[in-house]
Each structure stands twice: as structure tokens, then as C-alpha cells.
């Protein structure tokens, strides 16, 4: 093994966490900035606010779902979706 003088972390897998650091910060930015709320990440949770009968409220949406089909009120979260064609 060649000692190349990195004694802080440096070199090739220090790049390459920190690049994928900066790319994940930038994509949080980038939906924080379209007003989407990740709410967990394992899961693939996600609302987007929107107008609902002239209320503010979140469409919300989960990894594996085949499209946006649930609502909830700002505050109900999760636990409070009902379906898109619930009036």
C-alpha cells in the first residue's frame, strides 16, 4: 500500500460521498423550491400542495401507487388521505 500523504477522509471514496452528497442536497432543494414536501423518504411519500374547491390542501402520493389519486387537509397528514374522487 502507497501512502499518498490524504490523511483527512480525501481520495476517491470521500469524492465520491460527497458528490452524491451535493446531488441529493440539490434535488431536496429543487423540491422544496416546487413546494413539495417529502415526508418520508423510505417510504417515497411525498405531497404536493394544491387548490381543492378553493382550499388549500396537499395531493399526496406514495412510491408504487400507479398516479395521484388521494387528498389531505394541511394538517391531517398520512392518516387523514382520502381518495381524489371523494368530493
Known sequence: MRFTGQT???????KLVSEGL???REAM???RD??????????GLVDFPAL?????VYLCWEEG?????FWHEP???FGGRRPLDDG
Open 75 to 77: 394538517d391531517a397528514g
Open 8 to 14: 483527512n477522509g480525501g481520495g476517491e471514496p470521500g
Open 65 to 69: 401507487e400507479p398516479e395521484i389519486g
Open 22 to 24: 451535493l446531488e441529493l
Open 52 to 56: 381543492r374547491n378553493g382550499r388549500e
Open 29 to 31: 432543494l429543487e423540491l
Open 34 to 43: 416546487r413546494g413539495i414536501v417529502l415526508r418520508d423518504l423510505d417510504r
